[in-house]
């Protein structure tokens, strides 16, 4: 069977894993001439979210951050592998929801592809990883990657 994917979407959250997942996730894009779709979650369900604590200004910044973290890294990607079909998203919300259900039915992706592990080990160890999650409940195709970090990681 010959999979042909056209909508691919790789989660990022600053981990090495998500990085290292972006890297093949281009490369896939680029064999499938797809549309690869980055996505940051910001999570409103985290403490300060959903007991107010944060400020509009707090948020701005945070947002903005998000940002400025995505164009370098879709820059890294952009130099290393040529590809040119390639968005960057910020969306708020569960990552899991988001991810799962939100993101992937407004671009109708088709694959998923995500690292191993992200950078919140505390949500790990209390309500499961997201990447888990996402394995168990996309109605696509997840790619979980477990490369060796040497050889896929983007950042410095």
Known sequence: ????????????????????????AAEIA??????????????????GFTYGVLSG???????DGQIDYL?????KVQDKTGIKNIHMHVRFGNPKNVI????????????????????NATERLLVGSTASYVNSHAMCDVLIVRTNLKNQQISN
């Open 1 to 24: 069977m010959n999979n042909e994917y056209k909508s691919i979407l790789v989660p990022v959250d600053g981990s090495k894993y998500s990085e290292a997942a972006l890297n093949k």
């Open 30 to 47: 680029i064999r499938n001439e797809a549309r690869l779709d980055v996505l940051n979650v910001i999570n409103t369900t985290a403490f």
């Open 57 to 63: 200004d707090a948020i701005t910044q945070m947002v």
């Open 71 to 75: 164009k370098a890294l879709v820059k």
């Open 100 to 119: 799962c259900y939100d993101f992937t039915k407004d671009y109708h992706t088709d694959l998923i592809v995500m690292g191993a592990t992200g950078k």
